[in-house]
């Protein structure tokens, strides 16, 4: 389920890199902890998202959180589908439920995430 390919932050968010391309959505421990997802609020393509700042909300039944932003960048792409159909991130956080997708500004900051063995002391 948690990646070595992956970096993770200390708010539970993950991305996955491919060049300077990063796809960001929560973990499965977020997931969890939330309970049912009943509504995201993403941030619209073009936006600039810093790093470990917030960039949007989850709802669940339980409770409203805030989503930080594991890596700065701008915002390239919105899983629309999720918008449609939040209970995706429960079903599938770390594949079919990824939020956004950002072009990187500076992928020095992925040193400031943390490795799959990392996360799991955390959690």
Do not use: C, R
């Amino acid at each position: 389920m948690y990646s070595s390919e992956m970096k993770y932050s200390k708010e539970h968010e993950w991305i996955s890199i491919s060049e300077n391309i990063i796809t960001i959505g929560i973990t499965y421990f977020a997931q969890e902890s939330l309970g049912d997802v009943v509504f995201v609020d993403l941030p619209k393509v073009g936006t600039s998202i810093s790093q470990f700042e917030k960039f949007g909300e989850i709802e669940s039944v339980k409770a409203v959180s805030e989503l930080f932003a594991p890596i700065s960048g701008k915002v390239i792409e919105i899983n629309s589908e999720i918008e449609n159909t939040p209970e995706i991130i429960n079903l599938s956080p770390h594949e079919k439920g990824w939020m956004i997708k950002v072009e990187s500004y500076n992928l020095d900051e992925v040193k400031k995430l943390l490795s799959k063995e990392e996360y799991m002391k955390i959690i």
